[in-house]
């Protein structure tokens, strides 16, 4: 069973600091690593893609991607109110197309 | 920007009736999928499709379940006879290529009653 791991939170961080979320896979065969982010009620959102070890930094997110541990974090930087949501690590399933396998999600609260 | 648009979206239908769900993917892609979120849950993979076929289905996408792509823009997902437990959120994505990015409609809560 190929499962996603996620720490389902909630991780409260105050305005302005470094959210730090987390994500192990269980399929080493794994090649494409998505974040979401989904907001109450509503669908998930792309926020970032990483295909290959390292980090992948877009505006205040930095993703990182370690095959070898098979785990994959995301850092959202200077965090904001608006941030505050469900974080979605998401893990293709090494199926025809990359199906998706999605962890449970973190809910990160972002206190001013 | 592109984006995948899901009609309706909300339907309650009463238990054993018929539904099909509607999206409209991104104009260039070519990969499409339907997701489910029951309340509280995580989002779970139902069907993948690609060049008029399934490519892959879970095991939640049984013999009630089918997806048809009725024009060049359409793709739809029909239950045909739906129970208590197939009240979700039915996400509809699409993606440009396999293995990369897939994109969210904004979903259709789906009641069942």
């Known amino acids: 069973q190929k499962e996603v791991e996620q720490n389902s939170g909630p991780l409260s961080v105050p305005e302005g600091a470094i959210a730090s979320l987390n994500c192990t896979y269980s399929d080493r065969g794994s090649q494409s690593f998505f974040w979401y982010r989904q907001y109450s009620g509503k669908s998930p959102e792309l926020i970032m893609s990483?295909?290959?070890?390292g980090d992948k930094e877009d505006g205040r997110f930095t993703a990182q991607l370690n095959k070898a541990s098979q785990y994959v974090s995301l850092l959202i930087r200077d965090s904001q109110p608006s941030d505050s949501a469900t974080y979605l690590c998401?893990?293709?399933?090494?199926?025809?197309?990359?199906?998706?396998?999605f962890g449970k999600g973190t809910k990160l609260s972002v206190k001013p | 920007e592109p984006e995948v648009t899901q009609t309706p979206s909300h339907q309650v239908t009463q238990m054993g009736q018929e539904v099909i769900l509607r999206c409209v993917p991104i104009s260039n892609h070519l990969y499409f999928y339907w997701y489910r979120q029951i309340l509280g849950q995580k989002v779970e993979f139902l069907v993948s499709f690609y060049n008029n076929e399934i490519s892959e289905k879970s095991e939640i996408f049984d013999d009630q379940f089918s997806v048809e792509r009725p024009d060049g823009s359409n793709f739809t997902l029909k239950i045909r006879s739906t129970k208590l437990e197939d009240s979700a959120m039915y996400f509809c994505?699409?993606?440009?290529?396999?293995?990369?990015?897939?994109?969210f409609g904004q979903g259709t809560r789906l009641t069942v009653v």
């Open positions: 994505a699409s993606s440009g290529q396999e293995w990369t990015e897939a994109f």
């Open positions: 998401a893990v293709n399933t090494g199926g025809s197309q990359g199906n998706l396998i």
């Open positions: 990483i295909y290959s070890n």
